[in-house]
């Protein structure tokens, strides 16, 4: 191709589908030039807002992303939000292709009586709340009543769970906001209960997890023995994964553990466990119909076994009291422009191997591509293998990079007449430095900010 000609790409998101695409765009083409637009002033999506504060080595996939981020074909800018300050369409006016990587922010709602009480909250925003994402910052959940319970079984029901009964000289070592310390040690959370509809043998979470929730310090395993009927006799068909899984909330449930273990549960101040075979049916109400106290749950049975099992109502009804509920049943992607070919019933971009149905030069990773499903390293998979098609496309010329696109100056100037000032990545650099910092100065690896504004006028200092 002639000088300037370079095929620009611009991707939407600055997760981990964000990162890994631009990652495989540059290392598999030496002309392809990136420029990744992302909402915040501050990159890196739910490895910044998702990811545990007690799961550090997590987050080490950040210098990775880093290291994409300070190659001279790779550009950041950081307070874009697509679809409001720039559209989706002048994008992809401006690049040769476009991939949109926005990941998930909405979240599936119960759709049961009382979800809006005081004291019901989103796993998402619960999970925002606590790792500093500045549209959740106001939260405040109540953390007054003795039991709280989640409803869902999956790997971010234990992030929840773990932190709601960590003691505070753990999280204190972590970058766990201050206000959700502050809130954390004032709380009177001693009892976790984590509702599923399903048994034992399909929970969506892994041992890793649960192995944590075993080990957690000061907090006894509350499981119902009779839950486990039958599940000893399963374990030699399931998988391997799921089969260690398994055999460890069988042990966990079942066994009479030793004098020394014994001794440390009976002194536990605080305890936690699996509610199988229950689905909320209505969130109860206070006397004065203000705020939580506690949740109706539907007793199921099963039909079929193992991961197909489908969870059937038998007509009874449990009540267990509680303040505070946490819906994690799951986050959704939402549509940023009406245009893209979106569907509402799984919450994804319509692709095939990330190529954006009936819209050439359009592409599509990340939990927008699959649905809010897998950890990072699928997310990496899958972004990679978005990469690879566009490359393909390029390669092919089925996508035609021959005429010269303007990338990111055209888009500068929109918005810079629409006032909106972006966030490079020395920028961000310059927020990094100062969160480290601020960390450094309390014992904890990073002290985040808080707000967008705060974000920017540090980032222009
Ligand atoms: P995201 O990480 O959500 O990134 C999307 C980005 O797009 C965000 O930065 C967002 O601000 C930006 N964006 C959104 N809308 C716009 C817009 N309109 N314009 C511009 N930018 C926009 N995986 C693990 O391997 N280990 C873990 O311990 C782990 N813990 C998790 C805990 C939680 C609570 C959650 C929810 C997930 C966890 N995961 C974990 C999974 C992992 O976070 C995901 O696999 C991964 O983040 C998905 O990447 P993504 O880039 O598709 O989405």
């Given at each position: 191709l002639p000088d300037g000609c370079s095929p620009k790409v611009c991707i939407v998101g600055s997760g981990p589908a964000g990162f890994y695409t631009a990652q495989q765009l540059i290392k598999a083409r030496q002309d392809v030039e990136v420029d990744i637009y992302e909402?915040?002033?501050?990159?890196f999506g739910l490895v910044r807002?998702?990811?545990?504060?007690?799961?550090?080595?997590?987050?080490?996939?950040i210098n990775t992303f880093t290291q994409t981020a300070r190659q001279s074909r790779c550009s950041f800018y950081g307070n874009v939000d697509v679809?409001?300050?720039?559209s989706v369409e002048e994008l992809r006016q401006a690049y040769h292709a476009v991939v949109l990587?926005?990941?998930?922010e909405g979240n599936r709602t119960?759709?049961?009586?009382?979800?809006?009480?005081?004291g019901v909250h989103a796993a998402k925003d619960f999970v925002g709340w606590y790792n500093g994402l500045p549209s959740c910052?106001?939260?405040?959940?109540?953390?007054?009543?003795e039991t709280a319970v989640i409803l869902g079984q999956g790997n971010v029901a234990l992030d929840v769970a773990r932190v709601l009964l960590s003691p505070l000289d753990i999280l204190k070592?972590?970058?766990?906001?201050q206000p959700a310390l502050e809130a954390l040690a004032e709380s009177q959370v001693r009892r976790v209960l984590i509702v599923g509809r399903r048994g034992p043998v399909q929970v969506a979470c892994t041992v890793k997890e649960v192995r944590e929730m075993v080990n957690l310090p000061n907090a006894r395993p509350e499981m119902?023995?009779?839950?486990?009927?039958?599940v000893a006799e399963a374990l030699k068909d399931l998988p391997r994964p799921r089969k260690r899984l398994t055999e460890l909330m069988l042990k966990t449930a079942l066994e009479v553990p030793g004098e020394k273990e014994q001794q440390r549960r009976s002194e536990a101040s605080h305890a936690w466990g699996f509610r199988f075979f229950r689905s909320p049916v209505e969130i109860l109400a206070d006397p004065e119909r203000s705020r939580t106290a506690g949740i109706r749950l539907a007793v199921n049975r099963l039909e079929g076994?193992?991961?197909?099992a489908r969870a059937v109502l038998t007509g009874e009804v449990e009540d267990v009291t509680c303040g505070l509920v946490i819906s994690s049943i799951g986050y959704k992607s939402l549509p940023i422009d009406p245009s893209l070919p979106f569907d509402s019933r799984k919450a994804i971009?319509?692709?095939?191997m990330g190529r954006v149905q009936r819209a050439a030069g359009l592409y599509c990773s990340g939990w927008l591509k699959t649905?809010?499903?897998?950890v990072i390293a699928t997310t990496m998979n899958n972004s990679f293998d978005t990469a690879r098609s566009l490359v393909e496309d390029m390669d092919l010329g089925?996508?035609?990079?021959s005429v010269v696109k303007p990338g990111s100056q055209s888009v500068a100037a929109l918005l810079e007449k629409r006032g909106v000032k972006p966030v490079t990545f020395s920028d961000w650099e310059k927020i990094d430095r100062v969160e480290l910092s601020r960390g450094e100065a309390v014992g904890k690896p990073r002290e985040k900010l808080l707000t967008v504004e705060e974000m920017l006028q540090v980032a222009r200092s």
């Open positions: 909402r915040l002033p501050v990159p807002f998702g990811v545990a504060p007690d799961h550090p080595e997590v987050k080490n996939v679809g409001t300050d720039v990587s926005y990941g998930a119960m759709g049961v009586p009382g979800e809006d009480l005081a910052r106001q939260l405040r959940p109540d953390l007054s009543s070592m972590t970058d766990i906001t119902v023995g009779a839950d486990f009927e039958g076994s193992g991961e197909g971009v319509l692709n095939n649905g809010p499903t897998g089925t996508l035609d990079v």
